[in-house]
């Protein structure tokens, strides 16, 4: 019985552990930047209780925090898969953009067939998109070794040019004004969760993929293998793994999550590609992954609490007239306490 | 002077016109790479620069206030980096990255507290070509090196300053000894983390000048993401230089003639759709690396945090 007791103990301490830091970066970056609003002269309680509770005061808050989620949580396991095998996927940007390409090409060119077979075809052609545009830079880092970084982020400039094409010449709806296809085949169209406020689908798959990621990773050989390349690539290429193959996939793998969140946001809320869609969640994706410090348990946890902020921001915005930015500076220093406290740790 | 000789000269001038921001922040990214810095806010930090220096030039009226404004605050993200870096020996990427966030986030957020949300945003006035005396009157060359901007000329000055400061001084051969192996320049008596300190500094100082030479050169105000990546392709092209200001000089010369040629081709009309001439920048920059990959080399240490106390390097 004390046994358990001082076990039950140990894991609590170990929560608080974990937790306390996270706890301090959130306190000091909101106390920085509510220091800066008083001086500016915003009322700083109401914008806070805006940014916080937006999410929890009406259902389409909580709609609108569910459907910010999903591409975020989608966006940070793209960023924190290769990030597990050590290396880094600035594009998840162009992921989706070209996943949601392919979602949309699939819907509108077969737009008659019933959901039975569209549905499944439009998901697996944003997947399977979004991992061949991150295959590019994954090959070209297998086979000539170079920087992902850069690469990845190369690719998302070139499908800004890619969805505006698509957008103005193939599939324009030239009653839109802002470049936009003509929408999907209502077979394409992912069946309502709840129906008022409209929540789609696209959450089961995003929580779904969270989960097979996680217990992939965690769970079996494979993943073994990628935890151990991305802790010492040199120590597990003498063991025998083959850390250039890891690399390739782990990237691919974001890629396809990333090409997913393409295809949910087409399928799932637009109904048709819209330039400009993928919106700042690239940014948001990589923040949170940084957060949870790649731990893949972690990351659909702080990915809501980035949603609840985001979506607070928004209504800020509206409401107080109190520019977004703040919020995102506000998240970038919790950020960069949370990394602090591990240089605070180690001391 | 014949039509294609006038077409050249344009073309000339433009590219020249161009190279500008690219020079800046690769050599900017040379020099904290030389010592073992290699910063991925480029992007961020440029920027934060063209925001800052638009309003800088808007709210007292002259350009130099505005690039004195967007170097210092290109400053201040560079010892920003050396800290979390040098100081705190915390990860290049991650903090690159996340000052990289903070840059972004910054560069619209002034525009909107100073200026405030409006359609049509404010103009500020042009950096106006300073016409060298005598030089410029040289038939071709004249109208295309000495009848240019400040910056043109002083991108051109820096090139030259850094190549013989890195190759010809021992100052420099003690900066590049850092970046390749700290541990035998600490021995020798170098001083690793001021070099880091400084070279970051400056490094930022000179990205973001090339942003604020965006809004004064090529728009008059500022727009949300108008550095369009010439930030990461700074890196790209820091690699291609082989890390050397000679070099990159020369790349800086080639990316601003494929920005200049997509520009061209695209107001002749060619048939290809303009979207896809608005990608060469990019794919230019892919191929470059792996031209890069196979026969340029970096400095040893880079991306590395040194640790004095550590016995083995890395």
């Known amino acids: ?347 | 002077m014949d039509q294609f000789q006038m077409q050249f000269v344009s073309f000339a001038r433009l590219v020249m016109l161009a190279m500008v921001p690219y020079v800046l922040a690769s050599q900017g990214t040379m020099l904290g790479g030389r010592t073992g810095l290699f910063s991925v806010s480029q992007e961020g930090i440029m920027l934060v620069g063209a925001s800052l220096g638009f309003l800088g030039a808007y709210l007292y009226g002259s350009l130099v206030y505005g690039m004195l404004l967007a170097m210092f605050v290109g400053g201040l993200f560079g010892l920003a980096l050396a800290y979390f870096t040098t100081t705190l020996k915390m990860n290049q990427f991650v903090i690159g990255l996340s000052l990289f966030f903070i840059g972004l986030g910054l560069s619209t957020l002034f525009p909107k507290i100073v200026i405030g949300v409006t359609l049509q945003p404010p103009l500020i006035p042009t950096l106006p070509d300073v016409p060298i005396p005598g030089l410029s009157q040289i038939p071709i060359l004249g109208d295309i090196f000495f009848n240019q901007n400040v910056l043109v000329y002083f991108a051109i000055l820096l090139s030259i300053f850094l190549y013989y400061l890195l190759y010809k001084t021992s100052i420099g051969l003690e900066l590049r000894s850092v970046g390749e192996n700290p541990k035998a320049a600490d021995s020798l008596g170098v001083n690793v983390s001021v070099m880091r300190y400084v070279t970051a500094i400056v490094g930022g100082m000179l990205m973001g000048l090339a942003g604020a030479y965006l809004p004064m050169v090529y728009t008059g105000t500022f727009t949300q993401g108008m550095v369009q990546g010439r930030g990461w392709i700074a890196i790209a092209l820091t690699f291609f230089g082989g890390w050397s200001p000679h070099l990159i000089f020369l790349g800086a010369l080639f990316f601003a003639g494929v920005e200049i040629l997509a520009l061209r081709v695209q107001v002749a009309g060619v048939g290809v759709p303009y979207q896809f001439l608005l990608t060469l920048p990019y794919i230019a920059t892919i191929l470059v690396m792996i031209f890069a990959s196979r026969r340029v080399r970096a400095p040893a240490f880079l991306g590395q945090n040194y640790d004095r106390e550590k016995r083995t390097l890395s």
């Open chain 1, 1 to 347: 019985m004390s046994e358990q007791t001082t076990e039950l103990g140990h894991s609590i301490k170990a929560l608080a552990d974990t937790l306390i830091p996270y706890i301090l970066a959130v306190v000091a970056a909101f106390a920085a930047v509510g220091i800066f609003f008083a001086a500016v002269g915003f009322d700083v309680l109401q914008a806070y209780s805006t940014i916080l509770f937006t999410s929890f005061r009406t259902p389409n808050g909580f709609v609108q925090t569910l459907l910010k989620y999903v591409p975020l949580l989608l966006q940070a396991l793209a960023f924190t898969v290769p990030l597990t095998a050590g290396k880094f996927n600035i594009g998840g940007e162009g992921q989706l953009i070209v996943g949601a390409i392919g979602a949309a090409a699939v819907g509108i060119m077969f737009s008659g067939l019933p959901m039975l077979l569209l549905l499944p075809m439009v998901i697996l052609a944003g997947i399977v998109f979004g991992g061949f545009w991150a295959a590019i830079p994954a090959w070209l880092l297998y086979r000539f070794g170079i920087n992902e970084i850069l690469t990845t982020v190369m690719m998302n400039f070139i499908s800004f040019s890619l969805i505006d094409y698509v957008a103005t010449e193939i599939w324009r709806d030239p009653t839109a004004g802002h470049p936009t296809t003509v929408p999907i085949g209502a077979g394409g169209e992912f069946p309502l969760l709840v129906a008022k406020p409209p929540l789609n689908s696209g959450i089961v798959l995003a929580l779904a993929a969270a989960v097979i990621v996680y217990v992939y990773v965690n769970r079996t050989p494979g993943g073994y293998d990628l935890v151990a390349t991305g802790a010492n690539a040199r120590a597990s290429r003498v063991f025998g793994i083959n850390v250039r193959v890891m690399f390739l996939l782990s990237l691919i793998v974001g890629g396809a999550l990333a090409g997913l969140s393409g295809a949910i946001e087409v399928a799932g809320v637009h109904h048709r590609l819209i330039e400009g869609l993928q919106s700042n969640f690239l940014l948001l994706g990589i923040i949170i992954g940084l957060m949870a410090r790649g731990n893949l348990l972690a990351v659909p946890f702080v990915a809501f609490f980035i949603a609840v902020l985001e979506v607070g921001a928004s209504a800020m915005q509206r409401t107080m007239m109190i520019p977004v930015e703040f919020v995102f500076i506000v998240e970038a220093l919790i950020l960069l306490f949370v990394l602090l406290s591990d240089v605070v740790r180690r001391r």
